[in-house]
């Protein structure tokens, strides 16, 4: 076998043995620990891979090159090859790890993060020589060579990776170099290097990488070919936006008929619902050339695209009719549904249809129109809807007074197995099994079994699943301290202490990527995977230690077994929460847990809207409670000091439960979307706490509030020792619930 099929069945070998890490959802290039829109007052640098800047690459209206160009590039060298050219970089042993707090060169390391920030690259090479013998060194020389990556040669790559072999910046290099091989079809060096990349958290890498491995095995159905383009399907379904990568090994998939047009034509109408028209365009593209012209038409003015084509609609595809309609009802939904009945629907077969009612229904319900149900009931096949489209019809369902628990279980079946497992369906699919075998023991056994297979403290609709087999919750006691062999290997992780020294540099963006990497990417042997059990324990002691709570809260999380409470549920700053807790009367477990989900105890961010502070208020709303609940004089900049931002924030939360009667599901919500969203949400049925919360039309939102009262639950077991039960933050919802005193409202009418 040649030396190209070897590397295949290598990049094979090293994709399937990693599949576990590669599905995992990534820390890497989005920190879950911190809440949406917040970004450190100090950050300058972005991610770097999100700022891809490839080189020479096919133009999306043209087909994807032939297989034919597979030899390897005249430069291409095996990494195994002995490097000639002397290294410009120190080696990352030389740095000791015995860190001082500051460093003479730590200006000139702020400089460079400044100068990547806007791609300065003389800036970036003049600094580079004065700072290598920095702890950030690293950092330093990754932005220079990432910088000018199209122009440097593959020697002074392979330099670089060798330099800092086994470090943070060695992996985000390979990654954005594997970008660029991949879109200069460079398929042998990638081939060559895949293999080395330990993150598998890119979606676009990982596309390329198997594709390039199915290359060979195209024209066989064997074991080994199906595994891939399973592989491919997978990774492709988890891209959100256009990306090369997926959408070149998607066309050659279609090439060799290994995925049906329908699944893809399906990916393009998702592009369409939520406004990805480079996604729309590319796949387009890859099914029929001739209709990429009119898609732009069919996005961009719907109706007018709709009526021109009106008198010949059989000379188009059909499919952008349905993209057009789909674009159509995004704007509106009703002259949607009227264009279907009176002239559309006759020209679509009945799966478009379908998916067209499913999509229409989808829009009604995030307003909770009374008459949302009809419309996903015209879907008279429900199998042909969508995932999300499934979910809102189950949501609707719960939202009527007298709930059909049998079509609800129905549709909950109907769902992808990767949706079913997810504990919100498993939960609902439970009750609906329960609500129909109210006396049926041998049936009941089934649901409670559902019911156990997700309870726990972990999340809302797992302490839901507590509540409802009548177990509260309470926090297990702390584990066994790590070994003194676990905290000195930790304490001596060269990225650790990277990391460490950036955020309290001020370069949190970057420190919080490489602790992350370090903890949950990558094992403390520099292999992909995460850290044990008690590694990330010790981690997560050390940060707490140092004070950065949300990286502790983060690492804690990531552990499967072998977490410490407090360290999950911190409580620092414990005298300026209790002081305002006690002096506006809302809980300090409450308190608590809005901290813990707006900053993770973070003083010093700002979000890109402008909220600061630990409990991330925004100015007009801080200028407003200052004046409310008597600070004065007040300015803005006091928001930065922990005490004032405390009290503002805790006595905006006294005034937004006094105008939703007590309830703390509607005021987080309205602490997150706004006072008048939270009242309307609230018209409509009186329904039990946790279907309003799981009707709430915003994503962010609706998962804003199960983590907040998933916090104040578990909060409230630390604070006082006791089981607690996530259905006493819930209750009844609606116009009639909580009981409303008519007060409030009047005396704070411009609640902001």
């Known amino acids: 076998m040649h030396l190209l099929g070897v590397l295949l069945i290598t990049v094979y070998a090293l994709l399937n043995a990693s599949s576990a890490i590669a599905s995992t959802p990534s820390d890497e290039k989005k920190d879950s620990s911190l809440p949406k829109h917040v970004t450190p007052t100090h950050t300058t640098a972005a991610h770097p891979h999100h700022n891809k800047k490839p080189g020479p690459q096919a133009s999306p209206n043209t087909k994807s090159p032939p297989l034919a160009p597979l030899a390897a590039p005249p430069q291409a060298a095996s990494p195994s090859s002995k490097i000639e050219s002397k290294s410009a970089f120190p080696s990352?042993?030389?740095?000791?790890?015995?860190w001082p707090s500051s460093h003479d060169k730590d200006a000139l390391i702020l400089q460079m993060s400044e100068a990547f920030a806007r791609g300065d690259r003389s800036k970036l090479t003049s600094l580079l020589p004065q700072v290598l013998t920095h702890p950030l060194a690293p950092w330093a020389a990754y932005w220079e060579l990432k910088a000018r990556l199209e122009d440097a040669s593959i020697e002074e790559i392979r330099a670089f990776l060798q330099t800092y072999a086994n470090t943070y910046q060695e992996d985000r290099l390979r990654a954005d170099w594997l970008d660029l091989l991949g879109s200069r079809r460079d398929w042998t060096t990638y081939a060559q290097e895949y293999p080395s990349y330990r993150m598998k958290d890119d979606p676009e890498l990982e596309c390329y990488g198997l594709m390039i491995a199915h290359l060979e095995l195209m024209q066989q159905s064997s074991p080994t070919a199906q595994s891939l383009e399973n592989q491919i399907k997978a990774a492709w379904k988890r891209q959100r936006d256009a990306d090369e990568g997926c959408t070149w090994a998607i066309d050659r998939l279609l090439d060799a008929k290994k995925i049906?047009?329908?699944?893809?034509?399906?990916?393009?109408?998702y592009a369409a619902q939520n406004n990805h028209f480079r996604l729309a365009r590319d796949l387009t593209q890859s099914l029929d050339t001739s209709a990429v012209p009119l898609l732009k038409a069919a996005w961009g003015q719907p109706t007018r695209f709709l009526k021109d084509h009106l008198a010949a609609p059989q000379k188009i595809n059909q499919e952008l009719l349905v993209l057009a309609l789909?674009?159509?009802?995004?704007?509106?939904?009703?002259?949607?549904?009227?264009?279907?009945?009176?002239?559309?629907?006759?020209?679509?077969?009945?799966?478009e249809r379908h998916w067209i009612w499913g999509f229409v229904g989808m829009q009604l319900a995030y307003n909770h129109d009374p008459d949302t149900l009809s419309y996903f009931e015209r879907a008279s096949n429900p199998k042909d809807l969508s995932d999300e489209m499934l979910g809102w019809y189950v949501r609707t369902l719960l939202r009527n007074e007298q709930i059909n628990w049998l079509q609800v279980e129905k549709l909950i079946e109907l769902m992808s197995n990767e949706q079913k497992k997810d504990p919100t369906w498993v939960y609902w699919l439970a009750k609906a099994q329960l609500a129909l075998a109210p006396k049926d023991a041998k049936a009941r056994e089934k649901p409670l079994a559902l019911l156990r297979s997700i309870a726990g403290p972990k999340g809302f609709y797992e302490l839901l699943a507590m509540d409802e087999l009548g177990l509260g919750v309470t926090l297990p006691n702390p584990p066994s301290a790590p070994s003194a062999e676990t905290l000195a290997r930790i304490h001596n992780h060269p990225g650790l202490n990277r990391a460490l020294y950036a955020i309290k540099l001020g370069l949190r963006s970057p420190?919080?990527?490489?602790?992350?990497?370090?903890?949950?990417?990558v094992n403390a042997q520099g292999q992909s995977g995460r850290m044990n059990d008690e590694e990330l324990l010790a981690a997560a002691q050390w940060a707490a230690q140092e004070g950065f709570w949300d990286r502790s809260i983060f690492t804690s999380e990531k552990a499967l077994g072998y977490s410490d409470p407090n360290l999950l549920y911190p409580m620092p700053f414990k005298d300026s929460v209790l002081k305002a807790s006690e002096k506006y009367g809302v809980p300090a477990s409450f308190v608590y847990g809005l901290i813990r989900q707006e900053s993770r105890f973070v003083m010093d961010i700002h979000s890109s809207v402008g909220a600061s502070g630990l409990m991330q208020v925004m100015p007009k709303t801080a200028k407003w409670t200052a004046k409310?609940?008597?600070?004065?004089p007040f300015s803005v900049e006091m928001l930065h000091d922990k005490d004032i931002n405390t009290a503002i924030g805790t006595g905006y939360m006294h005034l937004v439960l006094e105008s939703f009667d007590g309830s703390k599901a509607l005021a987080?919500?309205?602490?997150?979307?706004?006072?008048?969203?939270?009242?309307?949400?609230?018209e409509g049925p009186d329904v039990e706490g946790a279907i309003w919360v799981e009707n709430i039309p915003f994503n962010e939102t609706r998962d804003y509030v199960k983590k907040v009262l998933t916090n104040t639950t578990l909060y409230d077991s630390l604070l006082t020792n006791q089981p607690q039960f996530i259905h006493n933050h819930l209750g009844l919802i609606g116009p009639h619930y909580p009981p409303s005193t008519g007060s409030a409202d009047a005396q704070n009418p411009d609640l902001p």
């Open 92 to 98: 990352s042993e030389t740095t000791p790890l015995n």
């Open 326 to 351: 789909l674009r159509l009802a995004t704007q509106d939904a009703m002259q949607t549904k009227e264009l279907l009945l009176s002239k559309w629907g006759p020209y679509l077969s009945s799966e």
């Open 260 to 269: 049906t047009p329908l699944e893809v034509w399906q990916k393009v109408r």
């Open 511 to 521: 420190g919080v990527r490489e602790w992350n990497y370090s903890t949950s990417l």
């Open 628 to 632: 409310k609940i008597g600070i004065n």
């Open 668 to 682: 987080a919500a309205a602490y997150n979307a706004g006072p008048s969203r939270s009242r309307r949400w609230r």
